[in-house]
Structure formats: structure tokens, C-alpha cells
């Protein structure tokens, strides 16, 4: 299909920033479209929803480690998702200016996983939070939204962005109203929310601070996700590209005739790609 086809090639040849956009949409609609398909049936989704969802019980966590991941990528509602996406569009955009995707892609990750642990800790240790710990969940991109914030507020404190109704603030002052906001927000509801978001903020500030010294934690982590999707299509592009070229040179040399029936296959199959 054209659409498809359309879609798989603007992922693959956007920005990380983008793709990782469009993968937070995706699968919130893959999420509510198959809830409404199943609820015709009077089929509940929510036990299988809840797999994807990070627990602060740990007993609970043990079975399903890939929550402290996949947390950061599901969201509530479309307001939750609307509002973490554009601020993750204005703050991922600042950051490219002055870090690379390997960075973006550590700094979102480590920085959604900072905000799990803390949501996990203190769930289970704080006493005003223990009583929940049996029931308390986490989701939404905000922690990796904070971190990707609080890393580029750190590195360009006096950055100036206006504002409606504020004018020009300096990103440094927006970045620590975040932070009080979320701190006095933690009893008024959503308390797991609130601290997650504060794990995120932390590693973002400790990021930079750290990569300041010489020392980039993302150097070795983005290793682990180097043979992930967003680049695995990139590099099979490449090597079809290095092959197509060798199959161009033996025309150039020896005529369309010298080439094998592979040779010839493959010529077709770019071809057809381009149309």
C-alpha cells in the first residue's frame, strides 16, 4: 500500500526527534484503536495495557522488567500525550542544536528510567506513599520530557524563549518553575507522576553537569540500541546502495549484458522503490 509505504519512508528519513514522535503517536493509537476493537466484543483490554505499564510494586516488576521502558511510551489520554509531545518537540529541537541523536536517544531513555526508579523508591519506602505501593503505576513520556529540558536549560541557562502573556523568559527560570511546580504538586494527586518527573529533571541536570567534565554517559549506553529500529533500516539502505553501485560500475565497464540474473533483480527492485 502507497500510504504505507509513505509512512515507513518518512520514519526512516526524518530526525530521532520525529521518530521518536511518531512512536509515542503510534502506539497510542495502536493502544486505544484495538480498545475500542475488542470492546465491541466485550473483550477488557486493560489487563493487557497494564503489561506495558511500569508497577512501583516490585514483586510485580520482576515479571515484567520491560515496563521501566515501555512506560515512556504510553500515555493516559490525548491531552497527556499532546502536551508531553509538544514540549518534547520544542525541547528536543533546542537540544539538537547542540548535542547529537546518540545523546537525544540516551538522554530520553536514561532519563525515562531515572524517573522510574525514583517513582519505584519511593513508592516503596517513603511512608506517606507505602499504603499505594500495591496499586501505584506509572506512564507517560514526562520524565524523558524533563530530562531532555533540564539538559539543554543546563547547558544554555540564559537561552531566552517568549513566551504568551510572560514575554521572553530565560529557559533556566521556565526549567526550574517545572520543577517547583511538580514538587508541590505531589500531594494535591498523581504523586508518582510528580516524582518521576523529578528523576527525569534530575538526570538531565547531572547529565550535562557530568558530559561538562569530559564524561558522556550516553557513549556507552546508545552501544546497547545501536542495532535498534531506528537505525537498523539505515544501514540495510546502505549496504543495498554499496551494492547497487558495484552492479552500476559493471555496466559502466562491461555492459548491461555482463550482468547476472541477481545483478539484474536487484536493479529492478530499486527501480520499482523509486517509483
Not at 513520556?141 to 533540564?150: C, G, N, R
Not at 555492459?255 to 540474473?261: E, Q, V
Request: glycine share 6%; aromatic share 16%; net charge positive.
Amino acid at each position: 500500500m502507497t500510504l504505507i509505504k509513505d509512512i515507513k519512508y518518512n520514519f526512516y528519513n526524518t530526525t530521532i526527534l520525529n521518530k521518536f514522535i511518531y512512536l509515542n503517536v503510534a502506539l497510542f493509537l495502536i493502544f486505544n484503536i484495538l480498545s475500542v476493537v475488542f470492546g465491541l466484543f466485550m473483550i477488557d483490554t486493560s489487563k493487557y495495557v497494564v503489561k506495558f505499564i511500569l508497577p512501583s510494586n516490585t514483586q510485580e516488576l520482576i515479571t515484567q522488567p520491560w515496563t521501566l521502558i515501555t512506560y515512556m511510551f504510553m500515555h493516559e489520554n490525548f491531552i497527556h500525550l499532546f502536551f508531553n509531545l509538544l514540549w518534547l518537540h520544542f525541547g528536543g529541537k533546542l537540544f539538537l542544536e547542540y548535542f547529537n541523536e546518540k545523546q537525544f536517544i540516551s538522554t530520553y531513555i536514561l532519563g525515562g528510567i531515572a524517573g522510574g526508579l525514583l517513582f519505584i523508591l519511593a513508592f516503596n519506602y517513603l511512608p506517606a506513599l507505602k499504603e499505594y505501593n500495591l496499586n501505584a503505576k506509572a506512564l507517560g513520556a514526562s520524565a524523558s520530557v524533563l530530562a531532555i529540558m533540564f539538559a539543554i536549560s543546563t547547558h544554555i541557562p540564559n537561552f531566552k524563549i517568549t513566551l504568551p502573556f510572560l514575554g521572553s523568559v530565560k529557559i533556566k527560570y521556565l526549567a526550574f518553575a517545572f520543577l517547583i511546580l511538580d514538587i508541590l504538586s505531589i500531594p494535591k494527586g498523581n504523586a508518582g507522576g510528580h516524582i518521576a518527573h523529578i528523576g527525569g529533571a534530575i538526570f538531565g541536570f547531572l547529565y550535562i553537569k557530568q558530559l561538562n567534565k569530559g564524561f558522556d554517559i550516553s557513549k556507552n549506553f546508545y552501544q546497547l540500541f545501536s542495532n535498534s529500529f531506528f537505525n537498523k533500516k539505515t544501514k540495510k539502505k546502505k549496504k543495498n546502495q554499496k551494492n547497487i553501485d558495484i552492479v552500476l560500475e559493471k555496466i559502466s565497464k562491461s555492459g548491461y549484458n555482463s550482468l547476472s540474473k541477481s545483478d539484474k533483480e536487484l536493479l529492478f527492485k530499486a527501480s520499482e522503490q523509486k517509483n
